[in-house]
């Protein structure tokens, strides 16, 4: 699967921001997706995934009650709403999708990465 991340871009403190992530080649229902994030000088880090049907989705302390991952499966295409940004948010946003009978949502768990979308969030 190809996945094609965008939405990135400058926002101000306490601003909002919807990352959308579109998949490409097998059927979209075949993958768990997930977003990911990597700060300067620092790890790629888990932010939030979703279930094939979903129903499901976990999300970092970190962003918990700020961001909400969604996906659409008649449009092959998974969001991340992110409000109430701040600084500690700046970072280049990936796509991630999981084969449907994986488990879990870590990093090595990811099966297709896509390119990065760049979010920077100004104080």
């Known amino acids: 699967v190809q996945l094609q991340a965008s939405g990135g871009g400058l926002v101000q403190a306490g601003g909002s921001l919807r990352l959308s992530c579109a998949a490409s080649g097998r059927p979209f229902s075949l993958y768990r997706m997930g977003w990911f994030r990597q700060a300067p000088g620092k790890e790629r880090e888990f932010v939030a995934g979703i279930s094939v049907s979903g129903d499901n989705t976990y999300y970092a302390d970190s962003v918990k009650g700020r961001f909400i991952i969604s996906r659409d499966n008649t449009k092959n295409m998974v969001y991340l709403q992110m409000n109430s940004l701040n600084p500690e948010d700046t970072a280049v946003y990936f796509c991630?999708?999981?084969?449907?009978?994986?488990?879990?949502?870590?990093?090595?768990?990811?099966?297709?990465w896509g390119q990065g979308t760049l979010v920077t969030v100004s104080s």
């Open positions: 991630a999708a999981y084969e449907h009978y994986g488990i879990g949502y870590s990093g090595s768990a990811v099966d297709y």
